[in-house]
């Protein structure tokens, strides 16, 4: 059985951090490519940052300088350093894994991160 588990979400000031986690079990995770998405209320889904299997990373144009994924394959964790956080990055964040062959995707559940102005 499949398990992406999030934590780490909460409430936060305006330029404060907050570092999401994402525990991921029932997958071969160093072959994963690993993903952080997120939605705001009354928004679509969207892309955070992602890290493949090789470690290349790549993050929206909103969240760059100020986000760092990184991964652990040992614990089979991805980890979103988040700073400098504004209001508009109150979302539900969401862990994605995508594995190859066969092509195959899974999410978490979402965490809740809320920045207060």
Not at 15 to 27: E, N, P, V
Not at 74 to 102: F, G
């Amino acid at each position: 059985q499949v398990q992406l588990v999030e934590s780490g979400g909460g409430l936060v000031q305006s330029g404060g951090s907050l570092r999401l986690s994402c525990a991921a079990s029932g997958i071969t995770f160093g072959i994963a490519d690993m993903g952080w998405y997120r939605q705001a209320p009354g928004k679509q889904r969207e892309l955070v940052a992602t890290i493949t299997s090789g470690r290349s990373t790549r993050y929206a144009d909103s969240v760059k300088g100020r986000f760092g994924i990184s991964r652990d394959n040992v614990k089979k964790t991805v980890y979103l350093q988040m700073n400098s956080l504004k209001p508009e990055d109150t979302a539900v964040y969401y862990c994605n894994a995508n594995l190859p062959a066969p092509a195959r995707g899974y999410w978490g559940q979402g965490t809740q991160v809320t920045v207060s102005s």
